[in-house]
Structure formats: C-alpha cells, structure tokens
C-alpha cells in the first residue's frame, strides 16, 4: 500500500509543476502580446515623428521669409544708392572747384556771381561773355553782349545800333532779337572808342544755342541792324571754352542746388 501511495504523491507533484509551468507560459505570453501589439509607442518614438505643419502655417513662414529677403535687398539698394550719391556729390564739388577756379567771384548780398575777367578796352570786335548768379533760391545763367570799337582799327564800322543777334553752329541757325530800348551805348570823350551792350538772363533758346556751339565744338555770332551794318565774331580757342565752362557749372549748380532741395 505504502508504494502505490508515493506513486500517487509523486503524480500529485508532477502535475503541480506542470500546470505552474502552463500558467507561467501563458502569463508571459499575455505580457508580451500586450506590450507588442496594445501599448502606445514610446515618448522618445514620438517626438521623432512631429506633427506636420498645415497649409495656412507654411504658406505664413514662407510669406514672411520672402518679406525679410525683401527687406535685405531693399536695403542693400539703399545702401548702393547712398554710395553713389556720395561719390556723385564729391565728383561734383571737384568738378566746380575745378571750373570756378578760373573765373572771378563777387558777392551781392546773398548772390554770388561767377564770371570771366574782361578787359575794359578790349581789341574791336563782338564778344560774348557768359556769367553765373547762385542765390538761396537758385541759379541763373546770363549773357552780355558786347560790341567794341576803336577808330584806330581803321576798319570805320563805328555804331551798329543792332537789333538783332544770330548763332550758326552744327548746321543750325538761333536768331535773337534785341530790345533797342534795353541797348547801353559807351562814347569815349575823345570819341577814340565806343560801345554798345545787351545783357539779358539765357532762357531755353539762348541756351540750346550754347549747347548747340559745345556740341558742335565751334560756332559763330553775328550782332546787326536788320538792313544796316554787322559784326560777326566766332566761338573758337578761349571763346569756346568759357561758354564750355559756364554752361557745365550751370549744370552741375543747378543739380547740387536739387540734392539740397531733395535732402
């Protein structure tokens, strides 16, 4: 009897142990399937995928990145610009440094006026002498023309009275007529010389005229009576030059006083 009964206690433990190995089995395989199949992913997981942006918050980073490439480049434009106005401005004071250390300077109050020493018995003949007045307000280009004569020059021209002046150059005629009112007459008391005197401010035709002689590089000027005597005098060498000259400082005036104005 003993033996039969440790054979039933040996079967008693047998199945014991088995059955604690089946539900360790299963308990495991339970865990895992849970963890594998049913958990959520990880943090570490989740912050490798983010979200994606939507439409709206893409079309505004990409709206305000092309408002800063917009800025940068505007800004560099300005920066060129100033840059240029710069060396613009210190080619110009060169420039009228340059032409005005020729000419003579006087004030008049608040105007200043540029011009060309003359000489007060010059050789006869017709001169055109072109002067600049700059004032707060502006600047203005002027013109005097001058008609000399010396009896000793044997020619016998004497008083022309003109009351018209005529510019040739680059094939083109500007014809100018004279107030006969406006005419200022000089006599000398020995009557040994004479003058006669226009001067006037160069409006749009006096100055294509100029601008035509600097263009064609030569020209001439013809002061008359209509129907009676003349004196014509050419734009050449020196004469050429300070019409060259006064006409590049009006230009270069006229733009400094601009900027002034624009500032």
């Known amino acids: 009897m003993k033996e039969g009964g440790d054979i039933t206690s040996n079967t008693k433990i047998l199945m014991t142990a088995l059955m604690t190995y089946?539900?360790?089995c299963v308990a495991g395989g339970a865990a895992y399937y849970y963890y594998a199949m049913m958990a959520p992913p990880p943090a570490e997981a989740e912050a490798l995928e983010p979200p994606g942006k939507s439409p709206e918050e893409m079309a505004r980073q990409a709206e305000e990145a092309k408002a800063k490439a917009d800025a940068a480049e505007e800004a560099k434009k300005k920066a060129a610009e100033k840059q240029q106005a710069r060396v613009r401005v210190a080619n110009r004071d060169r420039d009228i440094a340059r032409l005005t250390a020729g000419m003579e300077r006087s004030q008049n109050g608040t105007v200043t006026l540029y011009n060309y020493a003359k000489s007060a018995r010059p050789a006869s003949g017709l001169y055109l002498n072109p002067s600049l007045a700059e004032g707060?307000?502006?600047c203005r280009l002027q013109y005097e023309l001058y008609y000399y004569y010396n009896i000793n020059d044997g020619q016998g021209t004497a008083w022309i009275f003109g009351?018209?002046?005529?510019?040739?150059?680059?094939?083109?005629?500007?014809?100018?007529?004279?107030?006969?009112?406006?005419?200022?007459?000089?006599l000398a008391p020995d009557a040994e010389?004479?003058?006669?005197?226009?001067?006037?401010?160069?409006?749009?035709?006096?100055?294509?005229?100029?601008?035509g002689v600097i263009a064609a590089g030569y020209g001439t000027i013809t002061y008359y009576q209509q129907g009676g005597k003349s004196v014509t005098a050419e734009f050449s060498g020196e004469a050429y030059?300070?019409?060259?000259?006064?006409?590049?400082?009006?230009?270069?005036?006229?733009g400094q006083q601009k900027d002034m104005e624009d500032e």
Not at 243 to 248: G, L, P, Q, T
């Open 22 to 24: 089946i539900i360790v």
């Open 136 to 138: 707060k307000r502006g």
């Open 163 to 186: 009351d018209h002046a005529v510019i040739k150059a680059g094939g083109k005629h500007y014809e100018f007529p004279l107030d006969p009112q406006k005419l200022q007459k000089s």
């Open 193 to 211: 010389w004479l003058s006669e005197r226009y001067t006037g401010l160069v409006d749009e035709n006096w100055l294509a005229a100029l601008r």
């Open 241 to 254: 030059q300070h019409i060259k000259d006064m006409v590049e400082l009006y230009d270069l005036t006229v």
